[in-house]
């Protein structure tokens, strides 16, 4: 009996290690009836460059202000946002590579995204919150 009861101690503990977090994102500068938005999770610089997020999440947004909870593991993430205005599941661009659609990125400043390094941030347990306004040009 003792040794059930100290095995299950030991898998309650694991579990609470690798647990999820629960993590708020704001969205701010949404269009409202302007298109879902996307939020893109990105785990790694790798993913990060082929622009091949993690976990994609869509919401309808109802407000300019939408706060959307995700569930995540303590770690490094950029998050990518994407208002797709023409619902045709991607960023639309110029010709001259400027986006035509509202965006936004972690730790973003200004309208130049900047690399993983600069746009990621850390999730934890006293971190459990981003706001990341949505831009357009």
Request: glycine residues 8%; contains cysteine.
């Amino acid at each position: 009996m003792r040794k059930i009861i100290l095995v299950l101690i030991f898998l309650f503990c694991i579990k609470n290690i690798y647990a999820d977090i629960p993590f708020n994102v704001e969205i701010r500068n949404i269009a409202v009836n302007g298109g879902t938005v996307y939020i893109g999770i990105y785990t790694d610089e790798e993913s990060f460059k082929k622009t091949k997020p993690g976990r994609i999440i869509a919401v309808e947004p109802k407000n300019a202000v939408l706060i959307q909870e995700i569930q995540l593991p303590e770690g490094e993430y950029v998050i990518g946002l994407l208002q797709d205005a023409n619902g045709n599941g991607y960023m639309d661009y110029s010709k001259f590579g400027i986006p035509k659609e509202p965006y936004g990125w972690s730790n973003m400043n200004g309208k130049i995204p900047g690399n993983f390094n600069q746009l990621k941030f850390r999730i934890n347990n006293q971190n459990n919150r981003i706001t990341i306004p949505l831009v357009k040009y």
